[in-house]
Structure formats: C-alpha cells, structure tokens
C-alpha cells in the first residue's frame, strides 16, 4: 500500500509540474506579448530569482561550492542558460504551444549525440526509429513539410539541441559535483549572460509587470520543485513521459487561453514527437545495437 501511494504521489507531483512550467511560459507571454519588456529581461529576473532561491538553500548548508570537473559544471551551465534564453525569445516571438513542443525536443538530440561523448549511452535500431519519427514531427511543426521556414522555428529547433548539449553535460558533472555547485554556476551564468550583452535593453516593471514576473519565477520553481521529488518516486521512463505529456497541454491551453491557433500539423507533429519521445526513453535490454565508430 505504501508503494502504491508513494508511486501516486509521484505521478501527481510529475504531473503537477508540467502545470507549473507551462503556467510560467503562460507568464513569460503576458510579459512579452506588448513588446514592452524583452524576453532577454524576462530570463535575467529568471535567473536572478533562481539565484536568490539557491543561495537560501546554500546558506543552511554553509556555502558548499566546490568544482571538481570544471568543464562539465561550467558546460551546463553555459548550454542550460541559453536553452532557456531562446525558449523564452520563442515565446515571446511565436506561441507557447510551438516554444514548449521545441523545449521537449532534447531527448532525440541527446539520443543522437550521447553516444558520441557518454560512455554508456548507444545508439539502437529502436532509437533510430523513435529518432525518424520524431523528426517527422518537427518537420509538420516547423512547416518544412509545407515549404514554410520560419526563424522562430530554427530558432525553436537549436534550442532543443542546445539544451540537449546541456542535458549531457550534466550527466558529466553529475558525477563529481553536488546539485548545489550545479545550480549555483547555472543561475550565476545564466544572469551575466542576460545582464551584459542586453542590461542596456532593460526597462523597469510597472507594479502590473512586477507581479507577473514574480509569478514567472515562483512557478518556475514550483515547477522545478516538483519535478525534482516526483522522480523519488516514479520511474525515470514514468516521469520522463509524464514530463512530455506537457506537449498537450501547451497545445490545450494555448487554444483556451491565449487564443493560439489550431492546426492539425501542430496536434500531429506534437504526438509524433511525443511517440518519438517515448521509443528513445524505453530502456529495454537490447542485445542488437548498432555499432557505430565515434568519430
């Protein structure tokens, strides 16, 4: 009984924050759709916000920050905090339903190149398949299909691939380097990157734009929150699956709430994706594996 209760309580936490993180691009598009304040503000109060939760945490485990594998601590942090600069520039450009979609993209660019610099990741005929069909749904979304290129959409595309880079980096530093040196490193990137190259595009919040931008971050890290504990629970492939399911519900709330459009090549390139998702995340023991040189 208890391990039937701690699995539902996993599935509900899993669950509970691909609410929060889509309530948090719902807050990232009411900031930016007047033009006002520009999406590269938006993730500098993101990060800053992350960084002020991370140093509460720290300051009751005495500053514990330590390196020991630079590169892939200082990787993911790099890679991680322009994944979620360009997730939120194609918020602000296109719609959350196309932004979320692309941000769920990482797993197929972490299949594809993971063998190349993680040890115990292959590349199988299941991946591959799982990898096509995914790629079909990009193409549907990003309306190469229909002859139609858009550069939010190349934007969207390199985002997932970019925070795939990221993903894999901190399996690396996973490894040697505790969460906490992680975040710390990530949110300290994540606000120079914002601050220096945009500071002098920044605009100072009216109350209305304080508020929304309060809400971006506490979701934000509700949503982080949740997911982070729901994995206790639930299996990896359980929880990545719940995790994906944000897919449709970007798409439904999109539609309801902000008036996004709907389009079948947007429904259907999402479940390929999602399909695609699930065939690389299943983790079966496979005796058939391709085996392709490193280059």
Not at 239 to 248: A, E, T, V, W, Y
Request: one cysteine or more.
């Amino acid at each position: 009984m208890k391990k039937r209760e701690s699995s539902v309580k996993g599935y509900t936490m899993v669950f509970a924050s691909t609410m929060f993180f889509y309530i948090m691009t719902l807050f990232v598009k009411l900031i930016t759709k007047d033009g006002r304040i520009p999406s590269t503000e938006v993730t500098f109060f993101r990060f800053l916000i992350g960084f002020i939760m991370v140093n509460i945490g720290l300051m009751k485990t005495g500053y514990k920050i330590k390196m020991v594998n630079k590169k892939a601590v200082l990787g993911r942090g790099f890679f991680t905090a322009l994944a979620i600069l360009l997730f939120f520039m194609v918020i602000e450009y296109s719609t959350t339903t196309k932004a979320n979609i692309y941000n769920l993209t990482y797993p197929i660019f972490v299949t594809i190149f993971g063998p190349l610099l993680l040890k115990d990741e292959r590349w199988t005929v299941k991946n591959i398949i799982g990898v096509g069909i995914a790629f079909v749904g990009i193409f549907l979304i990003s309306g190469l299909a229909l002859g139609v290129v858009s550069w939010v959409d190349g934007l969207g595309l390199f985002m997932g691939f970019v925070a795939a880079i990221g993903i894999i980096a901190l399996r690396k530093a996973r490894i040697t380097d505790s969460s906490s040196t992680i975040l710390f490193y990530l949110m300290s990137i994540g606000m120079i990157m914002t601050l220096i190259p945009f500071g002098h595009q920044f605009k100072v919040p009216t109350s209305r734009e304080g508020m929304l931008l309060l809400g971006m971050g506490v979701f934000s890290y509700l949503g982080q929150y949740t997911v982070t504990n729901g994995f206790k629970y639930v299996k990896a492939l359980e929880g990545s699956l719940i995790s994906s399911s944000r897919i449709f519900v970007a798409a439904i709330c999109g539609i309801l709430f902000l008036g996004e459009p709907f389009s079948t090549a947007i429904v259907g390139g999402g479940s390929l994706i999602f399909i695609g998702i699930v065939l690389v995340s299943v983790k079966g023991k496979e005796k058939k594996q391709l085996k392709i040189k490193k280059l």
